[in-house]
């Protein structure tokens, strides 16, 4: 075993419903010693993000359900603190898989790990939010599902966090008008002054359906679904002919106890006469360009070009508590944990 002294976040009973006492528990884990080929690296963020709850029930979804007593699954930015590999060297920084714990040992040459090539006004957390696994759902869901055309109307849920936060000042560069829906007049605040959208409702005002028809003038040409619920019915009925809408999630059922009972984007959008163009997507289908993508968000991030805010949680012990408050959207913008510089 590696001397390194490891704590992780493990599953340790199914949640029914909202995360409890006692489903996901921190404990000491030791490290293994790599192999030929393989490093050891430590922690420096962890992201946390709404995937991770549909895995902790014993379903198959898209992914595999995570195991008891196997750590929670999470990207990070990790650096390397033991090499075995020629492809990575001690103080190399990449992104990985590393689940939520403090060191993990993996292969070099691993799927969806990723060496981090560093650049000036780019913080290291970034390539978990705007320019990493979220800002690439965002920009490849809108580009390649959502394909905008100038003068369209792109309406995006979720629109502070970041993935919205990429579609939405995407689909302004190509000339669309963005309207956001957020929870809250500071989220919306932000969305219109900060990130420059056209327009953000707030589902929390009581008037969802009134302020998004009338956000929306000339109807929606794109919807980017991130919540599902009360904003999917609400944006249904303004669908124009010809609309798209890209499923990214429907993070407002993520805590249902049964998911047989939940109506979910696609029985809302079947209902349409006619159907809309939409379909589930993930970003692994655009593995192959992970480094093009990235460096597309990276540069707009250094330029200043790429707005973005970030919730941090400090120490792996507050991780539980952030992921239950980022289900509940209580964060702003990306919700990160610090583990160590």
């Known amino acids: 075993m590696s001397d390194y002294r490891n704590r992780a976040v493990v599953l340790k009973q199914r949640p029914q419903g909202e995360i409890q006492q006692g489903d996901l528990v921190l404990e000491d884990r030791p490290v293994r010693s790599p192999d030929e ?61 590393s689940g939520w714990q403090e060191y993990v040992t993996f292969p070099a040459d691993a799927p969806m790990v990723y060496e981090i090539q560093e650049r000036d006004n780019v913080p290291l957390q970034a390539y978990l939010g705007v320019a990493g696994m979220p800002g690439r759902t965002g920009y490849c869901g809108l580009m390649y599902v959502g394909k905008p055309r100038a003068g369209e109307t792109v309406v995006v849920s979720a629109a502070s966090g970041p993935v919205g936060t990429v579609v939405g000042q995407t689909a302004k560069s190509e000339g669309c008008r963005v309207v956001g829906v957020a929870g809250g007049p500071e989220k919306c605040d932000y969305v219109v002054n900060e990130l420059g959208f056209d327009a953000c409702v707030d589902y929390k005002a009581g008037n969802l359906e009134t302020d998004l028809k009338d956000a929306c003038p000339d109807g929606i040409d794109i919807y980017f679904e991130n919540v599902g619920g009360a904003v999917t019915r609400a944006v249904a009925p303004l669908l124009n002919a010809g609309a798209r809408v890209p499923i990214c999630g429907f993070v407002s059922a993520y805590n249902a ?62 991780a539980v508590e952030a992921f239950k408050g980022l289900l509940k959207g209580r964060n702003f913008g990306k919700q990160l944990v610090h583990i160590a510089d």
Not at 50 to 65: E, F, L, Q, T, V
Request: negative net charge; aromatic residues 8%.
């Open 37 to 97: 080929g393989e490093v050891v690296a430590q922690v420096l963020w962890l992201s946390l993000d709404p995937y991770m709850r549909p895995r902790m029930n014993d379903a198959k979804g898209y992914m595999d359900p995570i195991g008891i007593d196997e750590p929670i699954v999470g990207e990070s930015v990790a650096r390397v603190v033991e090499s075995r590999s020629d492809d990575l060297k001690v103080g190399d920084l990449v992104t990985c898989y």
């Open 257 to 318: 106890t049964d998911m047989s009972s939940v109506e979910t984007p696609f029985h809302v959008l079947k209902a349409l006469d006619p159907v809309p163009e939409h379909r589930f997507f993930l970003v692994t289908e655009w593995q192959d360009r992970h480094q093009e993508i990235t460096d597309i968000l990276a540069s707009r991030v250094a330029s200043g070009e790429l707005k973005y805010r970030e919730t941090v949680a400090e120490g792996l012990e507050n």
